[in-house]
């Protein structure tokens, strides 16, 4: 099996990668939806307890979680290389480097555009670069027919992520970007980090003219749930609250940041908010 060897700035050294890897350990949900829509699913091995999609990622051998790696299956699935991302999982990325394995974190994107960059980086490491270049293609159409379709007026709007405990965003986030992109105004545009615990008093301050939950994926209830927390945090006054301007996801869909959140969650967001828009008060 032919090698290359490629530097991976994430962990300062270089990975060894097969020219074209035949057994892939994908750690991380978004880069598992890029292998099986580049055609590389049938290299899966191995995922993590988050990678359900595509469905067919659900049949794959589960490997731990985003913080924890069994090396047990590792072992058992002999990996030629291993996806991860940044950020949360740089514990996980330097203990599985210094341990020998071939893991390559590919960073999490702060932009709409980092989703389609990391496309083709993927797309290059696992020799389906032709697939890759065709994927983006598609993505940039979807793009530019939801930014040309974008709001033409200034909505302010509150975003609000299960992650574990309430999470909002600010602008080093994809999420702040995508809201942009949509022609939408993040309440917390001025802050420079990416994510962090939204402000109860902050929020009733700026009024947002709608909000967006995004909670966890499967949970049935909620809506009922989040509705209670808006009036338990003194919310319920919020003119977003008052005229049903308030958007509940199906769950894990802004929190997901793969090729279908430009394919499927922007439009469908896109479509909502019009239709809130339109069917209340807002100027």
């Known amino acids: 099996m032919v090698f290359l060897r490629v530097f991976n700035e994430l962990l300062g050294d270089y990975v060894e990668v097969p020219e074209s890897p035949r057994r892939v350990v994908s750690l991380a949900e978004d880069l598992t939806e890029i292998l099986f829509m580049l055609g590389a699913g049938d290299v899966v091995v191995g995922v993590s307890s988050y990678c359900n999609r595509p469905s ?10 985003y913080y924890k790696v069994s090396y047990s299956r590792l072992e058992m699935l002999k990996p030629d290389l291993i996806l991860t991302t940044s950020a949360a999982q740089r514990q996980v990325n330097q203990e599985l480097h210094s341990r020998g ?50 709001l033409r007026r200034d909505a ?103 090729p279908s959140l430009i394919l499927d969650t922007m439009p469908s967001l896109l479509n909502q908010v019009k239709r809130l828009l339109q069917s209340s008060s807002y100027p």
């Open 56 to 65: 067919e990622a659900s049949t794959r051998v589960r490997v731990g979680t």
């Open 101 to 150: 394995y071939p893991v390559f974190p590919v960073q999490l994107p702060t932009s709409v555009a980092g989703i389609v960059e990391n496309v083709k980086r993927v797309g290059l490491l696992v020799n389906r670069y032709p697939a890759a270049v065709e994927l983006e293609k598609k993505l940039l159409t979807a793009l530019s027919s939801v930014i040309s379709s974008a």
């Open 156 to 258: 302010s709007v509150y975003v609000e992520i299960d992650l574990g405990s309430p999470i909002t965003v600010g602008q080093a986030s994809y999420v702040n970007d995508m809201l942009s992109l949509l022609g939408l105004r993040n309440i917390y545009l001025s802050r420079r980090e990416s994510y962090f615990e939204p402000d109860a008093e902050y929020v009733r301050r700026q009024d947002p003219d709608l909000i967006i939950y995004d909670p966890k994926p499967g949970d049935m209830e909620g809506y009922g749930r989040f509705m209670k927390a808006l009036a338990s945090r003194g919310w319920d006054g919020l003119k977003a609250v008052r005229e049903g301007r308030v958007i509940v996801t199906e769950g894990d869909v802004i929190a997901h940041y793969g």
